[in-house]
């Protein structure tokens, strides 16, 4: 074994500095920069420049096929003055606050009940997702079955049962109006928040709550003192997450209303497509769009601060 | 603090039986380690006695009274996790605070409580930080904190060391037993680390796949193991078993593989001519002239002794001496175990031989 006598190398290849090319390739930070660019690419041509060119738009007259000129606050000032800006700005308040907070509550119970040990688990998880998967305007066609005026499914079992004698005028009527666009949006948007909170749920060490039998709490104080304060981050998120998505809902209200009765169900971005697309008024619809964004920061600033104030969270690691 | 009884515990999940009848009696004020391999059961069994895992059949009291069907928290014991199981968004004042607090205690009744045990493990300057800022070992004191300030009849640790760094392992080893002798306080203790096991017992349950080995004082398992498991388990390095049968001479002895002649004290009742397995410690072998040959293959010197791996009837076997020897690989050394403490096990069940 050791007899086998190891030549000496003879030639070494001389050491080289690094060039210039060299570094660019291989240094970090320009490593990170390399890396980023094609997402900064994307982002500036898809989100800030529309957002740019929005802004901008709605500071001029432009209509469609009319560039416009600048006419500084004058569709703000227009919009002060619109009753029906100030009754859409109401109904995405309305929409948005109660589709979220019945979202949050039967999401998290949702999410309890498939974090417990039960028969088909993984298929029932599966089939909660259902309605996030089903195209958004696809529900909103058979929503607008369901609530249909004449063929309504809801009206014809109520009547069958003999609990009406006339047809529910779902779509028609303001209150029924709003209360079905609001449950069409729970119906899919509950799936969301379920299988987030589910995740958050299964990060939760099971000893924790081991531990907390053992120190004597009951199953509502495991819930109260264990489960809620560990899950709070990930409620911020996704609460945050659900508000944004509910305030700039436009497809279910699209294909089920078009905003209406009379406006009732009108919600900032369905008028704001509604002026500037099909009224051709580009300025003034930029100008609601651009109305959304005091109330969508106002909304992650509230996550925002509600996630720094959590101590327990910071701090190093040891493990 | 309260005895512990346990009688003809069985546990299954679905058709698989994992403990197959196991009963420990327990003393008021013992200091009980369940040991053995991982899958042996033994934290099964203990999450038993917390109430964590139904029993199958058998009982388990407590005191006096059974508690197969009393709730956990209602069985008045306290329990350490090996991951700690702290709850992350309570600061360690909350933490040992929290049974108190679910029992409906006083402010003033909860604070008095955390602040006698946080001065018992030196946590006091620790109270207002959260587990996240805290190191391993303040993890583990933290989480006996919480166990004590509940003042149990029993407290059940399982496992509560191997998270740890080998040298904080032997602090919080020696911290566990003085809090024992302090608190006397009834013990149950999971661990398969014979060490741990053999340093912080009063009593030693020797378990593996699913029954009780051997029950004793550390002393006794070491020097009177009841079978080949125990024997091998139970310390370190671990024992040589040399595979050969019982051949006296006149005097007792034995004849080991390839025919090395090994001396015994004295021959079992008819064991003259059986095959049997022949145990000696590390520790009890010597160099004497009239020993068995044996190469050396590998040396190892920790400094305050040295193992000595050689061959014996070509069989590897580890001797450990405390004097500083030359060795060398390849070196022909003249190995003779202590008659007096060498092991006899029946081939086939294991079962200890000798007295």
Redesign the interface.
């Known amino acids: 074994m050791a007899d086998v006598a190891l030549q000496p190398r003879t030639a070494r290849r001389p050491i080289r500095e690094a060039s210039r090319w060299d570094l660019i390739k291989a240094n970090r930070n320009y490593l990170g920069f390399w890396f980023m660019l094609p997402a900064m690419v994307f982002l500036v041509l898809f989100l800030a420049y529309p957002l740019g060119l929005g802004i901008w738009i709605s500071f001029t007259d432009a209509r469609i096929g009319r560039p416009g000129a600048f006419v500084g606050l004058e569709n703000y000032e227009w919009l002060w003055g619109d009753s029906i800006f100030w009754l859409s700005v109401f109904n995405t308040l309305l929409y948005t606050s109660v589709a979220s907070v019945i979202k949050f509550a039967i999401g998290l119970y949702l999410a309890l009940l498939l974090n417990e040990n039960m028969p088909f688990k993984a298929m029932l998880r599966a089939l909660v997702l259902i309605p996030f998967i089903v195209p958004t305007v696809l529900s909103a066609l058979a929503f607008w079955w369901i609530f249909d005026s004449q063929f309504s499914i809801i009206s014809w079992s109520l009547k069958q049962m003999g609990l009406i004698t006339d047809n529910i005028n779902f779509l028609g009527d303001v209150t029924w109006a709003r209360i079905c666009v609001i449950f069409a949006n729970i119906w899919r948007g509950v799936p969301f928040v379920a299988i987030t909170l589910l995740a958050g749920l299964q990060t939760v060490?099971p000893?924790?709550y081991?531990?907390?039998?053992?120190?004597?709490?009951t199953s509502w104080?495991r819930f109260r003192?264990?489960t809620y304060?560990?899950l709070t981050p990930i409620i911020a998120v996704v609460m945050t997450f659900s508000v944004l998505f509910t305030f700039t809902d436009f497809q279910l209200i699209w294909a089920m209303t078009r905003g209406g009765p009379v406006n009732a169900t009108h919600l900032m971005a369905t008028l704001s497509y509604q002026r500037a697309i099909i009224g051709g008024v580009l300025g003034e619809g930029a100008a609601i769009s651009n109305a959304m964004i005091p109330f969508l920061l106002a909304a992650i600033m509230v996550s925002w601060f509600g996630l720094q104030r959590?101590?327990?969270?910071?701090?190093?690691?040891?493990? | 603090m309260s005895s512990v009884q346990i009688r003809d515990v069985r546990k299954s999940f679905g058709n698989f039986e994992v403990l197959h009848g196991v009963s420990i009696p327990i003393e008021d004020g013992e200091f009980v380690v369940l040991v053995g391999p991982s899958g042996c059961g033994k934290s099964t069994l203990l999450r038993m006695l917390?109430?964590?895992e139904n029993i199958t059949s058998g009982t388990i009291s407590i005191g006096d009274k059974v508690v197969n069907n009393v709730q956990?928290?209602e069985r008045d014991?306290?329990?350490v996790?090996?991951?700690y199981?702290l709850?992350?968004?309570?600061t360690v004042a909350d933490n040992m605070g929290?049974?108190l607090k679910?029992?409906g205690a006083k402010p003033e009744e909860i604070s008095t409580g955390v602040k006698r045990a946080a001065e018992i493990l030196a946590l006091t300057p620790l109270l207002e930080r959260?587990?996240?800022?805290?190191?391993?070992g303040q993890r583990q004191r933290v989480a006996m904190g919480?166990a004590i300030v509940?003042d149990p009849q029993v407290f059940l640790f399982d496992e509560p060391l191997s998270?740890l760094d080998a040298k904080l392992r032997v602090a919080m080893r020696t911290e566990i037993k003085e809090l024992h002798q302090r608190l006397r306080t009834t013990t149950v203790y999971v661990t398969h680390d014979q060490i741990e096991a053999m340093t912080m017992a009063d009593k030693i349950v020797v378990m593996h796949d699913g029954i009780v080995e051997q029950m004793g004082t550390p002393l006794e398992l070491y020097d009177t193991p009841a079978n080949q498991f125990v024997a091998g388990f139970i310390g370190s390095p671990a024992m040589n078993f040399l595979k050969g049968k019982v051949k006296s001479n006149g005097i007792a002895g034995f004849e080991g593989p390839n025919g090395v002649k090994l001396p015994l004290m004295s021959a079992p009742a008819n064991s003259e001519g059986k095959p049997a397995v022949y145990g000696v410690r590390p520790e009890h072998f010597t160099i004497a002239d009239d020993g068995a040959e044996a190469e050396i293959v590998v040396v190892e010197p920790t400094g305050s002794e040295t193992q000595v791996f050689a061959k014996l009837g070509g069989e590897q076997v580890v001797a450990v001496f405390r004097e500083r020897h030359q060795f060398n690989p390849g070196d022909k050394i003249r190995l003779k175990p202590d008659p007096a403490l060498v092991h006899l096990f029946d081939e086939t069940t294991g079962k200890r031989l000798n007295a």
């Open positions: 060490s000893s924790l081991e531990a907390a039998t053992l120190d004597g709490a104080q003192f264990i304060p560990l959590r101590k327990w969270q910071q701090g190093e690691n040891n493990d | 917390a109430g964590l956990p928290k014991i306290a329990m996790f090996q991951n199981a709850y992350p968004h309570m929290f049974s679910l029992r959260y587990p996240r800022q805290l190191s391993g919480r509940r998270n």
